[in-house]
């Protein structure tokens, strides 16, 4: 009895062993594949020498660059470890960007060849406007290819393509787009052996074919179809299964872990002002000629790579510009294809005002325009189209502030729209949400000389093309608006003069909530004409000019403390940071040496004289802005820095003389 209880455990303990050895395994696992990162190098290894990492429209991708056409390959054992069958119902996913390709050429995105016969197990390729799959058979005579026409994928833009083959069927999505659904005469086979053969991504193992595009991602997923797992996504363009980690993250980065890739990138060349740099700029290079220097986009700012350091030596007298009568202020722009141009606000109504080109290296006069006691300009672009708006303040009735529009075919700047002001002192323009923004500084109205008056803010109506009165704003005597961006949010900030009685009264700072400006902060100012925002390494400045301090009683000083203001991240309100002593200053410009950051002052008026020396202060830190130099003016009313070919400069302009100056800044 014992020795037959013994025969039948041994029995049963055979038959579990055969039973488990007859388990079903597929031949890889059912997770999704990433064929590309397996041709990469491990890290610690060194990265193919044909092979370059690009940055293009803000991804990177892999390029072939070299003639080796194995540079990214691996055995088919690597991914199908329990059998050598390759998988009868998958889905292939793809992250391309393909020149635009001749006719008749094809490109393999990648294959899977037999080693010893060279022969191709396996493809998927492009050709003008097409994808074609490639498969053959166990025992075929010849290949099996299923073609999807109108593609349009060799436009050299970024696209995610998923084919999903199951049994006769292959269904092709583009970028989260509609399936395109083939149907084969026979089924995909079940039993494609892999034994002996190898994946090579980007080629068909040889210099014909070679894949000539960008490849960001490449995943085999056995078993389904993808295309649920990728879409519906923000950015179906690039869509995510599984992309290689040395193409997501930043190519620079300090600390960098495993290979470095050649690394190439589109790049914008400026003459000193910064292309935009944000998400989809990441990665990508710009060349300052002006700055002599190379910078990077991290996705928020650019970065320097090599940049020669310009430091200020001194200032040097350089253009002597006699305008039509006084100038109020000067608005300093660039019109693509045209070149530096400069707005002068001049007093007389009579001669109107100029507008400057720069030609051989100095200003002249361009174009002359019709306006009634200008006070300021303001250039602006709205929807592609260049626009000035000049701030009339002579009291007439109506008074009219006029809008110019650029007019590409004359090459000047015509009438556009009147908008009625109140003794106009300033127009800011500004951008929120795509929508684009006016806000004059009416300063007092006419007929009853009343400064406290409302200043108007103006939206653009894509519609009707012309601004439109979004809001209203109570201002006493307002002289000059600022706009400015901290994170997502969105201030204006108005400098108050006078009310009536006294100039020692609070300038307002709002702030963009629910569709509109509400106060977020009132600041204790005397006689303010002028606010200047600025930032120094993430640090948010508001510098005010004070100008006089007047009341109904004593006398009224004109050498009185102008102030710099910080935004303080724990009360977040603009705390004082430093008080600067000003003879009846009305302008602050703020500008940058290489790393030097610099504020000069417009000093007009002393109470005996108009001759005033106005100062160049540069930051030094923890001491605040120090006086670095003294230029000798006469009725300075308003500063702008300029970058041109010939260096960077300084111009002012006189409000009690015809001459206004160009100075040079010279460096080393």
């Known amino acids: 009895m014992m020795l037959a209880c013994h025969s039948l455990l041994l029995t049963w303990v055979l038959l579990a062993a055969i039973v488990r050895s007859h388990i079903w395994k597929p031949c890889t696992d059912l ?199 990728l879409c519906p996504t923000s950015d179906p363009r690039l869509a995510e299964l599984s992309v290689p980690q040395v193409l997501k993250s930043t190519p620079l980065q300090t600390g960098h872990q495993g290979p470095v890739y050649p690394y190439e990138a589109e790049a914008r060349v400026t003459l000193g002002n910064p292309p935009p740099c944000s998400r989809p700029e990441q990665g990508q290079l710009w060349f300052n000629a002006q700055g002599r220097g190379l910078f990077i986009c991290d996705g928020l700012t650019w970065t320097t790579l090599l940049q020669k350091k310009e430091r200020l030596d001194y200032v040097e007298d350089y253009q002597d510009l006699y305008t039509g009568s006084e100038t109020f202020d000067v608005e300093v722009f660039s019109i693509p294809s045209e070149g530096l141009f400069m707005a002068a606000a001049n007093r007389d109504s009579l001669s109107g005002s100029g507008i400057y080109k720069w030609r051989n290296g100095s200003f002249q006069l361009y174009q002359n325009i019709s306006t009634q006691e200008a006070r300021a300009w303001k250039h602006f672009i709205v929807e592609d189209q260049i626009f000035l708006v000049v701030a009339n303040s002579r009291e007439t009735e109506p008074e009219l502030s006029i809008v110019y529009r650029w007019n590409r075919q004359w090459r000047r700047f015509l009438r556009y729209q009147t908008l009625e002001t109140h003794g106009a002192l300033d127009w800011e323009a500004f951008q929120i949400h795509n929508q684009s923004f006016l806000v004059v500084a009416n300063h007092r109205r006419a007929r009853d000389s009343n400064h406290n008056v409302h200043s108007v803010i103006y939206r653009w109506n894509p519609n009707t093309k012309l601004f439109e009165v979004n809001q209203t704003v109570s201002t006493s005597g307002a002289y000059d608006w600022e706009f400015f961006t901290v994170g997502p949010y969105h201030f204006l900030v108005v400098a108050n003069t006078f009310d009536g009685q006294t100039t020692a009264i609070s300038s307002t700072v709002y702030v963009w909530l629910d569709g509109c400006f509400q106060t977020f902060q009132n600041i204790p100012t005397v006689g303010a004409t002028d606010w200047e925002t600025f930032q120094i390494d993430g640090r948010v400045f508001l510098a005010v000019a004070n100008s006089q301090k007047v009341s109904d009683r004593g006398p009224s000083p004109y050498s009185i403390n102008s102030t710099v203001y910080e935004l303080s991240t724990l009360t977040q309100t603009f705390i004082r940071f430093q008080d600067i002593l000003t003879h009846s200053a009305v302008d602050w410009e703020f500008f940058t040496i290489g790393d030097e950051k610099f504020l000069v002052v417009a000093n007009s008026y002393d109470g005996s004289s108009y001759s005033l020396n106005s100062v160049v202060y540069r930051w030094q830190g923890y001491e605040g802005f120090v006086p670095v130099h003294s230029l000798p003016t006469f009725g300075c009313r308003d500063w702008e820095h300029f970058s041109t070919e010939e260096g960077s400069f300084l111009i002012y302009s006189s409000a009690t003389s015809r001459l206004s100056k160009v100075f040079k800044l010279k460096t080393y």
């Open 31 to 229: 997770l999704p594949l990433d064929l590309l990162g397996r041709a990469l190098p491990r890290p610690g290894q060194a990265p193919p020498s044909q092979v370059q990492m690009v940055q293009s429209r803000g991804s990177r991708g892999l390029q072939l660059a070299g003639a080796i056409t194995t540079a990214l390959s691996f055995p088919a054992s690597q991914i199908f470890t329990n059998c050598d069958h390759f998988p009868a119902e998958f889905s292939l996913v793809a992250t391309i960007k393909i020149p635009r390709l001749r006719q008749k050429r094809n490109e393999y995105i990648f294959s899977v060849v037999e080693e010893s016969s060279d022969s191709l197990l396996l493809g998927l390729r492009v050709s003008e406007n097409r994808l074609h799959f490639l498969a053959t058979p166990p025992g075929a005579a010849g290949q099996s290819r299923l073609s999807f026409k109108d593609v349009a994928l060799d436009d050299d833009r970024w696209h995610t393509v998923v084919l999903a083959v199951s049994g006769p069927y292959a269904t092709l999505t583009v970028d989260c787009g509609l399936p395109l659904e083939l149907k084969q005469v026979q089924s995909f086979p079940s039993a494609l052996s892999t034994r002996g053969s190898r994946f090579f991504i980007g080629s068909r193992r040889r210099w014909r074919g070679r894949f000539s595009g960008l490849l960001r991602q490449l995943v085999l997923l056995p078993g389904s179809d993808a295309t649920p797992r």
